[in-house]
């Protein structure tokens, strides 16, 4: 039997690390904006060394554009790179937070 579906609706979870400029800049308030939008579920941190932990579950086209955006991050950031990590999904998200 051939399925059709591309696995753009497949369901995913990836663990974005992000550096540069990415704390004190509004970038986790970005990330929780762009990622509700999506309908996406998941956290962000700052990390002690500077930079900005990503988890994010739902649909892997959604997971994919938020990366996207994150590659940019709101007018202050300095994005200077991403670390991303796929698995599957635990569903232990209820919405996307920020942690603090």
Do not use: C
Request: glycine share 12%; aromatic share 8%.
């Amino acid at each position: 039997m051939h399925n059709e579906n591309t696995g753009a609706e497949t369901l995913a979870s990836a663990t974005v690390i992000v550096s540069g400029k990415v704390q004190g800049v509004y970038y986790r308030k970005f990330t929780q904006e762009n990622a509700i939008r999506l309908g996406l579920v998941g956290s962000a941190r700052n990390l002690p060394d500077g930079r900005v932990e990503i988890v994010t579950e739902g649909p892997r086209n959604a997971i994919e554009e938020l990366i996207g955006l994150l590659q940019q991050g709101p007018a202050f950031a300095n994005v200077e790179g991403l670390d991303v990590s796929w698995s599957s999904p635990s569903g232990k998200f209820p919405d996307f937070r920020i942690k603090r």
